[in-house]
C-alpha cells in the first residue's frame, strides 16, 4: 500500500463565453447561429489538505488489497482530516504501478458531473428545467418529456445501450451521442414508460444531454464542460474519453482475472459515463458542492433533494442518488460501473465527510458502503 503527500493550489482566473445554437433537422441537422450568452470570470479554490498516514480505513483497504479485492486510488476526508490510499497496477500486463494522481473512467459517476453542466445552463437562465426537450431540440420525436425528468430518470426513455448492437453496423467504429440521438429521434430505441409514470434508471438520458448542451451553448459538450467546469474548478486532470488517443490512456480495466478490456464502440458515448478524473479532482469537485461558486446554493440544494423513490428508503435528485441514514444525516451519492471500471462519491450533505475511491478491477464485487462509511 502507497501513501503519498500532496498539498496543491490552483487559483487561475477563467474567462470564457459561447454562442447559442440551436439546430433542426428530420434525420439531419442544419446549424444555425443566435445571440451569444453571457461570460461569466470564475476564479477557483485552493485546494489544502492534511494527511493521516494509518487509520481503520488504511488497514481495511489493504486487507482488501491483499486479498485481490481492491485495485485502485481512494480519499477519504472527515472534516478537515483527510486521507489517501493506492495499490496495484495501471495494466495488469505491463505490471505498471497506479498512481495517486491517476485517472480512471467515472463511468456512471460521471452523471452528476453531466447534471452540474446542465444546471450551469438553467443557472443562467439559458434552460428551464421545466421545459420540454422539444424547445431546444426541435426534432425530438417526444413532446411531454421535460429536461427535469431526464435528470431524474422519470423520462420513460429506453436504454439505447440495449438495441445498439443490432442497429450499429460498424462495431470496430465508435458511435458518438449524435449517432445515438439519430437512432433516438427516428424513434429506434423505444420507450418503456409514459414520462413521470415511474423511476427507471436509463443512460439514455444522460447520453441525450450532451447534445441539449451542444444546441443550447453552440460549443462541443467536452469543451462546454472544460471551460464551464473542469478549469473554474481547478479540475485539471479531468478530461472525457476521445477515441483518437485510445493507446494513451494509461489506466486500464480489468475482468476479474486480470485481463484488461478491449475499447469498446460506445465508450464515444459521453454524459452517462466515459469521463475521466483523479481521486483528488474529484474532491474539488465536493469542496465546489459544499461551498457552491459556479452555480448557485439554492440549484444545488434542489438537484441533491428528493425527486423521485428509487426503492425503500432511497431516492434520486437531479443526477445524485440519496439516502437517508439512522444519524439523521442523509448520504449523497453516485456509484459507477464500466467496462472493468468501478467507482464510487459518497458525501454526507450535513457534515463535511465524503468517500471518493476509483478502482480499475471489478474482482471481489462491489464494496461494502456502510462498512467503508463507518471507519472515518
Known sequence: MTVSNISKKVNTPILRGFLFV?????????????PTIQVQT??????????????????????????????????????????????????KSANDSLQMNDQFQLASLSKPITALGLLNLVDQHKVELDDPVVNYLLDFPYPEITIRSLLNH??????????????????????????????????QVPTYYPPFKRFDYCNTNYALIPVLIEEVSG???????????????????TYYYDPSHVDE??????YPDGSSKKPF???????????????????????????PTIISK??????????????????Y????????????????????????????????????KVAIILTNSIRGGYLNRQEIWNLF
Open 22 to 34: 440551436v439546430i433542426f433537422s428530420a434525420c439531419s441537422s442544419n446549424d444555425a447561429s443566435a
Open 42 to 91: 470564475v476564479e477557483s479554490k485552493p485546494l489544502k489538505v492534511d494527511v493521516v498516514e494509518h487509520s481503520e480505513v488504511y488497514d481495511y483497504f489493504r486487507q482488501l488489497a491483499e486479498n485481490g479485492k481492491f485495485n485502485g486510488a481512494a480519499l477519504f476526508a472527515n472534516n478537515g482530516r483527510i486521507e489517501r490510499l493506492n495499490e496495484g497496477w495501471r495494466a
Open 154 to 187: 422519470t423520462s420513460g426513455l429506453g436504454n439505447y445501450i440495449y438495441v445498439t448492437d443490432s442497429l450499429w453496423n460498424n462495431p470496430d467504429s465508435f458511435m458518438t451521442n449524435r449517432d445515438m440521438y439519430e437512432f433516438l429521434r427516428c424513434e
Open 219 to 237: 460549443m462541443s459538450f467536452s469543451e462546454y464542460m472544460r471551460l464551464n467546469i473542469f478549469e473554474p474548478l481547478g479540475m485539471f486532470s
Open 249 to 254: 490512456y494509461a489506466v486500464k480495466g480489468h
Open 265 to 291: 464502440y460506445l465508450d464515444a458515448i459521453l454524459g452517462d459515463k466515459s469521463l475521466y478524473s483523479s481521486v483528488f479532482d474529484l474532491y474539488k469537485l465536493f469542496e465546489e458542492i459544499k461551498h
Open 298 to 315: 439554492e440549484l444545488l440544494d434542489e438537484a441533491m433533494s428528493v425527486e423521485a423513490r428509487t426503492g425503500k428508503d432511497s431516492y
Open 317 to 352: 435528485g437531479l443526477g445524485w442518488r440519496i439516502k437517508p441514514l439512522d444519524d439523521g444525516d442523509t448520504l449523497v451519492y453516485h456509484n459507477g460501473w464500466w467496462r472493468g471500471f468501478r467507482s464510487y462519491f459518497w458525501m454526507s450533505k450535513k457534515n463535511e
